[in-house]
């Protein structure tokens, strides 16, 4: 879903900026939201590259993926930061020492990137997905049933993180302030 939203997206404005975010999430601290999200997409814009928002741990959870906390982008960019590695779900002891040695946050599933950007991450990292999306040329096709049909039963199934984030040497991590 994510691959099509940005392909139908790029069909008009190639070079928008493209949010993902959870629909189970409840962000209280709307202020410090809105600031993360600007500076997210305002890296997105001028590196050209994936961005995550990373969760600052306050215990040491084994349900979240971790993200290990690579080098500042730059000293005018706070909480802006190089993803060294992305880290799959840990068990308790290892989720402890994650905490206990620092430099690693939450990964919180959501992103912000241009939409070429993330097409182009898609092309290479997941080609099968990335060659049926030519299947689909505008949004009116989203309402041909038939043809929704045949571009889901030709994609593999599989989530961006696994697939593209993970595999990336282009990822930035924001450190939210929500």
């Known amino acids: 879903c994510i691959a099509l939203a940005a392909h139908l ?5 190639p ?3 493209m949010g993902v975010f959870a629909s ?14 600007r ?3 305002d890296a997105a814009r001028s590196f050209q590259k994936m961005v995550t928002f990373g969760i600052g741990p306050e215990s040491p959870s084994t349900d979240y993926g971790y993200i290990k906390v690579g080098q500042p982008v730059d000293e005018t960019r706070d909480h802006l930061f190089e993803v060294e590695r992305f880290v799959e779900k840990p068990d308790s002891d290892r989720a ?12 919180s599933g959501m992103f912000v990137w241009t939409v070429s950007t ?4 898609i092309a290479q990292h997941m080609p099968a997905l990335f060659q049926p999306l030519s299947l689909i040329t505008s949004p009116h096709d989203l ?10 039963d030709a994609v593999p199934s599989g989530s961006i993180d696994h697939g593209v984030m993970e595999h990336s ?9 929500f």
């Not at 997206?9 to 404005?13: E, I, N, S």
């Not at 402890?96 to 990964?107: E, F, I, P, Q, V």
Request: proline residues 0%; negative net charge; glycine residues 8%.
């Open 169 to 177: 040497g282009h990822t930035l991590v924001v450190e939210a302030e």
């Open 96 to 107: 402890k020492d994650y905490l206990d040695a620092g430099g690693y946050l939450w990964n």
């Open 118 to 121: 993330i097409l182009r991450e």
């Open 39 to 41: 500076r997210a997409a």
């Open 15 to 17: 070079h928008a900026v």
């Open 143 to 152: 309402l041909d049933g038939e043809l929704m049909r045949s571009f889901f």
């Open 24 to 37: 189970d999430h409840f962000i209280v601290h709307d202020v410090g939201f809105m600031k993360s999200v």
């Open 9 to 13: 997206v790029a069909k008009t404005h």
